[in-house]
Every structure is written in structure tokens, then in C-alpha cells.
């Protein structure tokens, strides 16, 4: 089965500081990964797959097959990043991961 | 804008009652899902489909059921509602990406049901 966690349920961080959001993966065959984030009173959007190799909103993700791992960076955080953010394989029968909650203070 | 809703919103009910959750899309997706929130454990998937005739187990359906009464309707139930079920409850669909000929695995949500079970 697919599976991935995230062992940081909350992670706070000051205004301006770097951030790492970390994904682990643990599952056979190529993985494709997302990043999933949902805002206050806002519904969960997509944020990043790591197929598209994309920067949005200042975040970066990349697959780092060695480690298993599917970290979400950010090299100055902002207030308005704080937020939950899910790690999830492709596809919805996949289990997300638990989430980690992200407050960036000012 | 094409859109996932889901109605109601919040509700609370009593022990023992049946609950509908319902979910409609106009993004014309094949795929519909629900899932629950619950604090500290995720999102965890409770059913899904992949078209009208197509329902599945997700990771928890134990206490619930689901009905695809049409490609745009997804609903779910809670035949008798008990406590723990109290919970936040997200639809979600997903569609095949005709320009890249294969499914990108994108998941669109909609804003959640918050049920509560006294």
C-alpha cells in the first residue's frame, strides 16, 4: 500500500525564517507525489505535485528517492503561509498523510 | 466557475439518527471521493467511485454508506450516527487531464461538512 507520513503535526517558525515541511514515503514503484494545503476557512487545494518540478507561492518539493522523502521548502516564510499542509500520493484512494500545521509568526 | 458543493454544511444531530451528506460537482469528473478530518489523524478516505456504477471501501467505511446517484451526486450516509463520528467531512472529485492523455491525480475539494453527533 501506498503510504507517506509526515512526523511534524505542528511546526512554527518566525517571519523571514526558512521552512522544511517534511514528507516521508514508503512504497514500491515510482512515486508520484503532491502537496496539498488548505488556509483558514478555505477548502484543501493543491499546492505542487513533484512530476510538474514547479515553485508555487515560494515553495519547492523535491523527490529524493535515497531518503524517501518529498520535503516541502520555502527559503523565507510568510504569514499568510500558515496553514495545514497535506503530503498524498497521486490519485484519491491513496492515504494522505496526517498533516502538519505551519504558523509563521511575525 | 465549475464547483464541488456540499450540502449541509454543519449539523448536529442526536445518537442514533440518520444522517445524508451530499455532494455535487459541475467540473463533469468521473471520480468522487469522501473523506473525513478528524484533529491529529489526517484525512482519511471513506469511500470513493470512479463512475455511476463504481463505489469502493475506502480506509474506514465501517458505519457508513454512499449512494452515486448520478455522475454530478455523491452522497453519503450515516444510517446510525454515533459520537465518534462527529467529524469534519470533505467531498473531493478527480478527472482524467485529456492534454497530458493521462490522469494527473489532481484532487478538487469541496468546503466541508462539519457533522457533529451528541
Known amino acids: 500500500a501506498q503510504r507517506v507520513t509526515q512526523p511534524e503535526k505542528l511546526l512554527s517558525v518566525f517571519k523571514g525564517a526558512p521552512v522544511e515541511l517534511k514528507c516521508n514515503y514508503s512504497?514500491?514503484?515510482?512515486?508520484?507525489l503532491f502537496w496539498y494545503v488548505q488556509y483558514s476557512r478555505q477548502r484543501l487545494q493543491l499546492l505542487l505535485r513533484?512530476?510538474s518540478r514547479e515553485s508555487i507561492k515560494g515553495f519547492t518539493a523535491d523527490l529524493n528517492k535515497g531518503e524517501t522523502s518529498f520535503h516541502l521548502k520555502k527559503p523565507f516564510a510568510q504569514e499568510e503561509d500558515s496553514a495545514m499542509y497535506y503530503c498524498?500520493?497521486?490519485?484519491?484512494?491513496?492515504?494522505f498523510g496526517d498533516g502538519t500545521t505551519l504558523t509563521v509568526k511575525p | 466557475d465549475a464547483d464541488v458543493t456540499q450540502t449541509p454544511r454543519n449539523r448536529i444531530t442526536k445518537t442514533g439518527k440518520r444522517i445524508m451528506l451530499e455532494c455535487s460537482q459541475t467540473?463533469?469528473?468521473?471520480?468522487m471521493y469522501w473523506y473525513r478530518q478528524d484533529p491529529g489523524l489526517g484525512l482519511r478516505l471513506i469511500y470513493y467511485?470512479?463512475?455511476?456504477?463504481?463505489?469502493n471501501k475506502g480506509e474506514i467505511s465501517d458505519g457508513y454508506s454512499v449512494s452515486r446517484q448520478a455522475q454530478a451526486k455523491f452522497s453519503l450516509s450515516l444510517e446510525s450516527a454515533i459520537p465518534n463520528q462527529t467529524a469534519l467531512y470533505f467531498c473531493?472529485?478527480?478527472?482524467?487531464?485529456?492534454?497530458?492523455?493521462?490522469?494527473?491525480?489532481?484532487?478538487?475539494f469541496g468546503e466541508g461538512s462539519r457533522l457533529t453527533v451528541l
Open positions: 473531493a472529485t478527480s478527472a482524467l487531464d485529456v492534454r497530458e492523455g493521462e490522469r494527473t491525480g489532481e484532487l478538487f
Open positions: 512504497y514500491s514503484g515510482s512515486p508520484e
Open positions: 513533484h512530476i
Open positions: 498524498a500520493p497521486k490519485g484519491g484512494k491513496s492515504t
Open positions: 467540473k463533469g469528473h468521473d471520480r
Open positions: 467511485s470512479f463512475d455511476v456504477k463504481d463505489i
